[in-house]
């Protein structure tokens, strides 16, 4: 996002926690890219005051709430704390916002995993919600407050629901990432297992580069609206293994173990979005094939490792 902000001439800030500020070398690694070209203010998700005093001194024109306990596994773990960060934050953000710079537009980033148990295939702005984890619950929450403060105080307040997008700056905690780089530390010899859980759920995968053009144009509308950002196509956690082993020409059956303690107590089986909305009013499509983005992501990882990808079709 802010990589593309600074490529439209705009001036970047950002919030980080004060931790990551006094340890920059791990906890900003990500940031590399842009790092010397931002400006970073440590505050909360917690704190309304440290959000507030940021607001004040920034004064935005434009803001993308994107901060969030995004590891939705993590949120069965610690519900309280998943819930916590994710509401008040983002009620904190809109606040802030509201209370300081009225002027200034809004992105809060909804979530497929809204959807959860999806009463409907594909999924587009009119399913209802039926969210499987706290993590879902607390994107509806701040799916709602930001449609309230829309419609309360006439923000122009805006929330994407985007599904899976991914590249290779993605955590390892999350499938693609855990995937990739395994694939990358088995073909460089540095281990020869790859524990997985559920490998049939079904995601709608995207790349996160498109994802965000997709934010930064709902804010340039006239009026602020909600949008479903998506692919339109669908593919089982085992398809993405298959394709990342095979580019590396080996196969996955020798090296994946299942793990049942990596199954999550209520799962979202299946993600299939309908962007149409979003390609009429806003332009947006996407035009990364799953097969570039698995692709991408492995040679990446391989990369990093000095491992070379054998380059096989991937069919
Ligand atoms: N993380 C993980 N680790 N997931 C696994 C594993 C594993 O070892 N094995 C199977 N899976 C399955 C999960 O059960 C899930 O069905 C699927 O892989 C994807 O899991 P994640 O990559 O962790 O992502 P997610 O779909 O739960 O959530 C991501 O996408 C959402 C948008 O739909 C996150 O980025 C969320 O923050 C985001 O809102």
Known sequence: MAELLLAKGYEVHGIVRRVAIED??????????????????????????SIHQVVANVLPEECYHLAAQSFVSYSFDDEFSTLNANVNGTHFMLAAVKNVVPECRFYFAGSSEMFGKAEEVPQTGRTRFHPRSTYGISKVAGFDL????????????????????????????????????????????????????????KRDWGHAREYVEAMWLMLQ???????????????????????????????????????????????????????????????????????????????????????????????
Not at 154 to 179: D, Q
Request: aromatic share 8%.
């Open 24 to 49: 920059p070398e791990h906890r900003l690694v990500r940031l590399e890219a842009v790092r010397s070209r931002i400006k970073l203010h440590a505050a909360s998700l917690e704190s309304y005051a």
């Open 146 to 201: 930001t449609r309230n403060y829309r419609e309360a105080y006439g923000m122009h307040a805006s929330s994407g629901i985007l599904f899976n997008h991914e590249s290779p700056r993605r955590g390892y905690e999350f499938v693609t990432r855990k995937i990739t780089s395994g694939v990358a530390r088995i073909a460089a010899g540095r281990s020869t297992e790859l524990r997985l859980g559920n490998l049939d759920a």
């Open 221 to 315: 509308q006239d009026q602020p609206d909600d949008y479903v950002i998506a692919t339109g196509e669908t593919h089982t956690v085992q398809e993405f293994v298959e394709l990342a082993f095979a580019h590396v020409g080996l196969d996955y059956r020798n090296y994946v173990t299942p793990d049942p303690d990596l199954f999550r107590p209520a799962e979202v089986n299946l993600l299939l979005g309908d962007a149409s909305y979003a390609k009429n009013r806003l332009r947006w499509s996407h035009v990364v094939a799953f097969e570039a983005l698995v692709r991408e992501m492995v040679e990446a990882d391989c990369r990093t490792l000095g491992v070379q990808a054998k380059v096989r079709s991937m069919v």
